[in-house]
């Protein structure tokens, strides 16, 4: 349940934000355009903003079916630094642009399982495109693009969030394993 009108915006803004920020991954109808256009942003929202949003209320629910409170917030500097290396036009991207944040009242084995819920959605959701696109359908250019697109996207923030360094869920994945063995 989104719970305030802040959390409401926030998650509006960071949906903007990635539609800009992944907008032009895929060719555009005039290739000498330098700004995109509103079919690529709605296309990147569709396709970048439910990996992130979902990876982030998958945290948010799992928090609050274990009775703890959570709550999603944008973080300002993520989304700005992703925001200025797509308007000077770098090659690299990386985004950080929210998280859930909660009272640390979760004991081990919770602190894990809120760890990996983010992850595990990207998981659910690159297994099941993945899966999908091998069932031997036919799909038009633009559904078959979705698709590959929204593939990738939730491999590569599952890989990138479960590698166990400070700050990304593998660590906090780890460090509830860590303390519930140790």
Do not use: C
Not at 17 to 23: G, L
Not at 59 to 66: D, E, N
């Amino acid at each position: 349940m989104i719970t305030t009108p802040y959390e409401i915006f926030s998650i509006l803004v960071v949906i903007a934000a990635i539609a800009y920020i992944f907008s032009g991954f895929v060719p555009r109808k005039d290739p000498y355009s330098f700004k995109p256009g509103w079919d690529e942003i709605k296309f990147a929202a569709m396709v970048a903003a439910p990996a992130v949003i979902v990876h982030e209320m998958f945290h948010k629910f799992t928090a609050m079916g274990f009775g703890i409170p959570a709550f999603f917030q944008a973080w300002w500097p993520g989304l700005g630094l992703g925001v200025f290396l797509k308007v000077v036009g770098s090659s690299f991207l990386i985004i950080a642009p929210g998280f859930v944040t909660m009272p640390a009242i979760a004991t081990p084995v919770q602190s894990t399982l809120i760890a990996f819920a983010g992850p595990f959605a990207n998981l659910i959701i690159w297994l099941g495109t993945t899966w999908y696109l091998k069932s031997k359908k036919t799909f038009r250019r633009k559904t078959f693009l979705f698709l590959m697109l929204t593939k990738k996207i939730n491999m590569y923030l599952f890989i990138f969030n479960m590698l166990p360094i400070p700050g990304f869920d593998g660590f906090h994945v780890v460090s509830g394993l860590w303390k519930l063995f140790f």
